[in-house]
């Protein structure tokens, strides 16, 4: 059962059963919204997430020339139709100094890159935003220096001072630690005169990079790149010209249902999911397949089936796909032995110390959970039964949606302090629980 108390949650044990629609993907939003601003046509893009990161990227856009009117909208998602600015070629930038991105680390990372392209670079921006993104790292922005652009950090993050033009440039960047102004600077570098060639080092999260590549081509952006990702080449005064985006529905979101239906579910059935997604969390299927469970795509829906008690443990390697890690705790829990989870460094840096809070509050409730440095940062998970317990969100949605699905098969329950923070990416994340899950 869940029980809103007051801002808190409390889940307890639950079978969940049912079909449900998961929010469209927070990060093809974004990147499609950006392309949106900077397309010299006008288009209409559907299926646009209403979390709070894609909300606050909207007001963005709007403030650097997009016009956006809806066309059509659910209690997830909307479908709009958006002018941009043709790659700034006429915009007028008095008076705006603010660029707010909200708690998106994703928005204000890649927007960086795409502020050189305003012609006056006598004009400084602000970017900045509010909670856990003035925690966030923003000295992965420093080398945009090499690209013509000035940048002034407040104590290695956010507000940053923005200013200059975007210049081409040779040279090697490094993505030990974020794919996200990387992302940003291929949106931008199309725009401006020039060719420039790029060495990828440290590869990471590189599913994100083809997400980005994939929203170019839609955009009729040519970009060259190895097969093997190494080296990018991007030729200049390219122009964004498309009449038409549709945005996939989320994986990352739908990994906490998944493992909802895997841990505490007899059958779980989700609408919409892309089934060869190229989206960095959908390898959560071969998880579940691989550690026992009977998952089928039947038409347009993914059916997940709890078929045995207990599963066998797994190890995943996360460089690629941190964002599922909170989901892979969970359910870890539910796989006799210990799972491992190697590269897990970076997600000491994402809305919470990801590696900290998972740790501290899965042994809240009962866990035994621990941490090794080899590997890129390793986190042992050992299966045992949820005691339950109350446990903070840390103002991390992905933290909070782990712990409440982590309720479901807890013996006492589990109070959620703080749970309101999975706006950021699954709005109605508590309402879709409430809808698959029975009292025992
Ligand atoms: O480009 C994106 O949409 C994202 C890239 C990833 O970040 P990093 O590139 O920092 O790993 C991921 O964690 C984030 O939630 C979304
Ligand atoms: C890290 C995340 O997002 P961002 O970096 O865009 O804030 C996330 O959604 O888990």
Redesign the pocket.
């Known amino acids: 059962m869940i029980k809103k108390l007051n801002n808190a949650i409390k889940v307890t044990k639950s079978t969940v059963n049912g079909m449900c629609l998961i929010p469209p993907s ?1 990060s093809y939003s974004i990147r499609a919204l950006f392309a949106g601003l900077l397309n010299c046509d006008e288009a209409k893009l559907y299926n646009i997430s209403k979390c709070e ?1 894609v909300l606050a990227t909207i007001e963005v856009i709007k403030k650097l020339g997009a016009n956006i009117s809806i066309i059509n909208e659910s209690e997830v998602s909307m479908d709009i139709l958006i002018s941009g600015n043709c790659g700034f070629s006429n915009f007028n930038s008095k008076g705006i100094s603010i660029i707010n991105c909200g ?5 204000a990372r890649m927007i960086i890159p795409i502020l050189g392209l305003i012609k006056d670079n006598k004009q400084i921006y602000t970017v900045t935003g509010r909670g856990s ?1 003035l925690k ?1 790292p923003f000295n992965v922005i420093s080398f945009l220096k090499d690209f013509g652009m000035n940048i002034q950090l407040t104590n290695s993050s956010v507000p940053v001072l923005v200013s200059g033009n975007l210049k081409h440039h040779n040279g090697v960047i490094d993505l030990s630690l974020t794919t ?1 102004v990387f992302s940003g600077l291929l949106m931008a570098l199309p725009i401006i005169a020039g060719k420039s060639q790029l060495k990828i080092i440290n590869k990471t999260s590189i599913p994100y990079v083809m997400a980005t590549l994939e929203v170019l081509k839609d955009s009729n952006i040519n970009i060259k790149y190895s097969n093997n990702m190494n080296e990018f080449e991007i030729e200049g005064n390219q122009k964004y010209s498309f009449s038409k985006y549709i945005v996939e529905n989320d994986w ?1 979101s739908a990994a906490f249902i998944l493992v909802a239906g895997a841990i505490a579910g007899d059958k779980i059935g989700i609408y919409g999911l892309k089934e060869n997604s190229s989206q960095a969390d959908s390898v959560i299927i071969e998880i579940l397949k691989e550690i026992g469970l009977d998952v089928k795509f039947s038409e347009d829906v993914i059916y997940v089936s709890k078929s045995q008690d207990i599963y066998n443990s797994f190890k995943f390697d996360a460089k690629d796909a941190p ?1 599922v890690v909170p989901a892979l705790v969970a359910l870890a829990t539910s796989c006799k032995g210990i799972s491992e989870i190697t590269n897990i460094d970076r997600l000491k840096y ?2 919470s110390n990801r590696v900290e809070s998972l740790i501290a509050s899965f042994k809240n409730i009962g866990i035994d959970i621990w941490y090794e440095t080899k590997n890129g940062g390793t986190m042992f998970i050992k299966g045992g039964k949820i005691k339950g317990g109350i446990v903070d969100s840390q103002n991390d ?2 933290i909070a949606m782990s712990l409440a699905v982590s309720g479901l098969v807890s013996e006492e329950g589990v109070i959620i302090n703080n749970p309101y923070c999975v706006r ?2 699954f709005p109605n994340f508590f309402d879709v629980l409430v809808k698959i899950s029975n009292n025992k």
């Open positions: 927070k990161d708690e998106s680390g994703l928005c993104l966030r996200q990352s964002d994402k809305e949605h992905r950021k990416s």
